[in-house]
């Protein structure tokens, strides 16, 4: 049963259509901008080893120091919540949220290898808070619905996908399950129309986003599922190890211009070795796959761990921006490379199963992850049963070995 005794569900009702329309314009504003900045700078990067340009350093060192003056005068904090953990807490502060916004949007102007789910997350998420926090509401649950809302229209938007969208929210949001339909309608509505603003301007989908060889199911293929899933935990361990290495050392940095500088100028050495690790990963990914006979086993281990490495140097430098995109691209590459290590897996069953299970392996949205990445590669509905495998085992390693790393650390003496 909807809530519809609650004046507030009622009128989230009405005030999910324009919050989706406002936040497929928000979306379809925020990508422009940012995607035509960056574009400015690094439209025509090659593939190949040291294909960049040189002046990529200097251009987003400086970038690193631009945000870090933009975070002190817009008084920014030095942590910053992700977008997995807004949507998880499933309320933005109105106030900050465009600040957030504009630091994202240059982040990603200038080069840092993050995505747009941050900005994404925020502006939908701030529309909606701002919207129940007129009204006055002190329902705890209205505001994360409100806010929930918001951010369904803003990923609705870019992900071009409403349903993939309203999943994934509903998935991370805490949202008991008892009120999870009541949840989703609202979210679904402002979703879609957020989907027609952005998609009637840009045509852009994420559905059958990479081509792939066409994949028949076979029953062995859940064997192989449950290896990939082994796989993805390993990949995830690699980007949690090269992750927690760069935040230690860039601790020692305690001016947050240097740490800009010197981080941004790192992220842009990467891209110049590897232009391939620009940007969200979101286009490059396509490339990798569409090379997957071409690209040889190293090259696409380098542009992994370079990946992995330029994420964290991103983050740890003060960029701001999403890491669902570059999750992925992470995933996909890896998919590419076990390919390309067991031939015998097909690219495609390996390539949406990475996807789906590096992300998946720490998230607690295994629906939406397995539908974006099946979807994305196109899939027959059969075929997904092992891509559920493999995002179910890649869970079930990292938290049983995520249990055994904290009961150690527990046992451990003082």
């Known amino acids: 049963m909807l809530p519809l005794d609650e004046r507030w569900y009622r009128r989230l009702l009405g005030y999910a259509f324009p919050i989706g329309l406002a936040a497929g314009v928000l979306a379809l504003l925020f990508t422009e901008v940012t995607e035509t900045g960056s574009g400015l700078f690094f439209a025509d990067a090659g593939?190949?080893?040291?294909?960049?340009?040189?002046?990529?350093?200097?251009l987003i060192a400086a970038g690193g120091l631009v945000v870090a003056s933009l975070r002190r005068w817009l008084a920014v904090p030095e942590e910053v919540p992700g977008a997995i953990a807004f949507a998880q807490q499933a309320w933005v502060d109105p106030a900050s949220g465009p600040r957030l916004v504009l630091v994202s949007a240059v982040s990603l102007v200038v080069g840092a290898s993050l995505g747009p789910s941050f900005g994404l997350i925020l502006m939908g998420g701030a529309l909606g808070s701002w919207i129940i926090s007129r009204m006055?509401?002190?329902?705890?649950?209205?505001?994360?619905?409100?806010?929930?809302?918001?951010?369904?229209?803003?990923?609705?938007?870019?992900?071009?996908?409403?349903?993939?969208?309203?999943?994934?929210?509903?998935?991370?949001?805490?949202?008991?399950k008892g009120r999870y339909v009541a949840a989703f309608i609202p979210q679904l509505i402002a979703a879609t129309l957020g989907f027609v603003v952005f998609f009637g301007v840009t045509s852009r989908t994420l559905l059958n986003a990479y081509e792939v060889p066409s994949y028949t199911f076979d029953f062995v293929d859940l064997l192989v599922g449950l290896l990939l899933g082994g796989f993805a935990a390993v990949t995830l361990g690699a980007v949690l190890v090269i992750n927690g290495a760069v935040v230690r050392a860039a601790a020692l940095v305690t001016n947050p211009w240097l740490r800009g500088l010197v981080g941004g100028a790192l992220v842009g050495l990467i891209a110049v070795a590897l232009p391939l690790t620009l940007t969200s990963g979101s286009a490059q990914l396509g490339t990798v796959i569409q090379n997957a006979t071409v690209f040889s086993i190293g090259f696409v281990a380098a542009v992994l761990v370079a990946k992995i490495l330029a994420v964290a140097l991103s983050l740890s430098a003060g960029f701001l921006g999403g890491n669902v995109f570059p999750m992925i691209f992470i995933g996909g590459t890896a998919g590419v490379l076990v390919h390309l290590l067991i031939p015998d897996i097909p690219l495609s069953l390996s390539v949406a199963a990475m996807m789906a299970a590096v992300p998946g392996a720490f998230l607690s949205a295994p629906l939406s992850l397995t539908l974006i990445a099946a979807a994305t590669v196109g899939l027959d509905p059969?075929?997904?049963?092992?891509?559920?495998?493999?995002?179910?085992t890649a869970y079930l390693v990292f938290s049983i070995v995520r249990y055994l790393v904290a009961r150690r650390s527990e046992a451990a003496p003082t």
């Open 382 to 392: 059969g075929a997904v049963i092992p891509v559920t495998v493999a995002v179910v």
């Open 47 to 58: 593939t190949d080893w040291w294909s960049g340009e040189w002046w990529w350093i200097p």
């Open 136 to 176: 006055g509401s002190d329902d705890g649950e209205a505001k994360h619905e409100y806010a929930l809302t918001g951010m369904a229209g803003g990923l609705g938007s870019a992900f071009s996908a409403p349903l993939f969208a309203v999943v994934l929210t509903t998935e991370l949001s805490p949202t008991e």
